[in-house]
């Protein structure tokens, strides 16, 4: 394989000086004059529209989707892109109904909402579940996979990828969200641009060895003899049926996966709930449509890789002892790409990867200092000296995602789906607790410690298989977590109904969901688009 060349160098420096050098302006252009919580946590009235929606992808996309589903795209197709297309459709319903409820009521933190909505145990337990979900699993696999994508490529020691990756995403964290938010600006150009190019050489490869040429062509030969990777929706013949379970993905759990992801997420939600309404929405909007984009970014190359595996092509760089490893597929392919292409790749997936770990850091800080810190320990502490301590806390998280990240087991697991079903376990009793307390004022707070820790621990039972009746390694997860969303809302309506009614609702009024015509239009464009993709690869 080709490693890394003094012209992808230059262009992966260039890349790194533009980050940092603009990074640093931003920084001494917004800051304050004293330091304020609001503005370094939520870089509040700072980030404008293209700004919150260039974050919110940079924060997402990373190490996983690159590494991992590129790889799925390898082993099971375009299928997989219904983690992308439906969170197209996710933003829009959070933009609509989920982000007025919190701009109106003055939420800047997910477990404040729980407070104001419930009581402060439950704040406090989420707050401590959302840590060790941030830290163990997004904030170590992020830099677990990311080293070891940087570490096959550039051909660096794995550990000093690691350490490398971790400083250059503390030195824009520290900065605060509105130094995050404006690189990932930046981040986002580098991801997309080095992105498509290797989607192009990919596919193009795929052409030429067809003895033809060109984009078009190389699509077509893709599709003519590889046409099972082109299907969206799977059936229960399908090998891969057990992690996309046909109609789910369109009726059932993968609504709970966005929805949780998408809605009730800290390092997601933080990046709008600054900004005023119109701001906030349009953000969304402008995200869900870097979505549709995804895909052709992280899945067509490992469908054009397993393509041109089929074809003979790099069979012993795919394979480990024998077995077929497909989050191989997109290292293989950068090494493929000419100097110069390769380093733009490279920064490509290096932006994507410092771009999500500094999200990840800033809402763990968030949570921490003004969740638990400010009203557990730090009551008489300035707004100084709270923004140093959410500062130390990016620090010490990081250095602790690095010491545990050997011991989490995410090589085994494979990286995108450790972090699907890690973060499973919690997603449907926090979905539950949240979409009940916005809009079933008789929501009390026995019933979201039910759905919070009950559901938890069902969802761990299901996992393991400790339940009884039923054969849960045979349900496929997605199924597995509606059945866990669904215990969780009827165990909340009993006890809601049991115990007294606590009259903590929020105030919600029809009018805060009206949005402005550019919105419903750009909505109406992608849900269009949705059902055009859907429809077409079906």
Request: aromatic share 14%; hydrophobic share 55%; charged share 10%.
């Amino acid at each position: 394989m080709k490693q890394l060349q003094s012209l992808d160098y230059i262009i992966f420096f260039i890349y790194f000086i533009i980050v940092a050098v603009y990074g640093y302006w931003i920084y001494n252009r917004k800051k304050s004059a004293a330091a304020s919580t609001k503005d370094f946590f939520l870089a509040e009235g700072s980030l404008t529209w293209w700004a919150i929606g260039a974050s919110l992808i940079a924060s997402n996309i990373s190490a996983e989707q690159f590494i991992g589903m590129s790889g799925n795209g390898f082993s099971m197709g375009l299928a997989i892109s219904s983690y992308e297309w439906m969170a197209a459709a996710t933003l829009v319903i959070v933009a609509l109904f989920f982000m007025p409820i919190y701009l109106k009521n003055n939420i800047f933190t997910m477990p404040q909402f729980l407070s104001q909505r419930y009581n402060p145990t439950v704040s406090l337990i989420m707050a401590i579940f959302w840590l060790g979900l941030y830290i163990l699993v997004n904030l170590t696999s992020i830099l677990y996979l990311g080293a070891l994508a940087v570490s096959g490529i550039s051909g660096l020691d794995f550990d000093l990828c690691m350490w490398g990756l971790a400083i250059f995403s503390i030195v824009i964290t520290v900065g605060g969200m509105k130094v995050i938010g404006f690189t990932d600006v930046i981040q986002v150009f580098f991801l997309i641009i080095g992105g498509l190019a290797t989607s192009y050489i990919a596919i193009n490869l795929v052409s030429d060895n067809f003895d033809t040429t060109g984009l078009m062509n190389g699509l077509k030969m893709m599709r003519e003899n590889h046409g099972d990777h082109f299907k969206m929706i799977l059936g229960k013949d399908n090998p891969h049926y057990m992690e996309l379970p046909g109609l789910t993905v369109l009726l059932g759990g993968m609504w709970i996966v966005n929805l949780n992801y998408w809605g009730c997420n800290q390092y997601i939600t933080q990046r709008a709930l600054g900004a005023d309404l119109k701001t906030a929405r349009n953000g969304l909007l402008f995200a869900a449509f870097l979505k549709l984009l995804m895909p052709v970014i992280v899945v067509l190359p490992g469908i054009a890789a397993y393509t041109l595996y089929n074809q003979g092509l790099f069979q012993q760089e795919m394979t480990e002892n024998g077995v077929i490893v497909a989050d191989k597929a997109y290292p293989v392919l950068l090494n493929l790409l000419p100097a110069g292409l390769k380093g733009l790749s490279f920064a490509a997936l290096t932006a994507a990867i410092v771009a999500s770990l500094a999200g990840k850091a800033n809402s763990i800080s968030t949570i921490f200092t003004l969740d638990i810190f400010k009203i557990y320990i730090g009551k008489n502490k300035s707004e100084a000296q709270l923004v140093g301590i959410g500062r130390i806390v990016i620090v010490v998280s990081m250095i602790l995602a690095i010491v545990v990240s050997p011991y989490m087991g995410i090589d085994k697991a494979g990286g995108f789906q450790f972090i699907q079903q890690m973060t499973g376990l919690l997603s449907p009793g926090i979905f539950a607790s949240f979409i009940m307390g916005f809009f079933w004022k008789r929501s009390n707070s026995a019933g979201a410690l039910f759905a919070i820790v009950g559901g938890f621990l069902i969802a761990l039972g299901m996992h393991n298989n400790w339940l009884p009746f039923v054969d849960w390694t045979q349900v496929p997860f997605l199924d597995r977590m509606g059945w866990v969303f669904v215990i969780c809302v009827v165990g909340m309506f009993i006890l809601s109904y049991v115990l007294p009614d606590e009259k903590k609702g929020l105030e919600v009024d029809a009018s805060m969901f009206r949005a402005h015509k550019g919105f419903v239009l750009g909505a109406a464009v992608i849900l269009v688009l949705l059902v055009l993709l859907y429809s077409y690869f079906w």
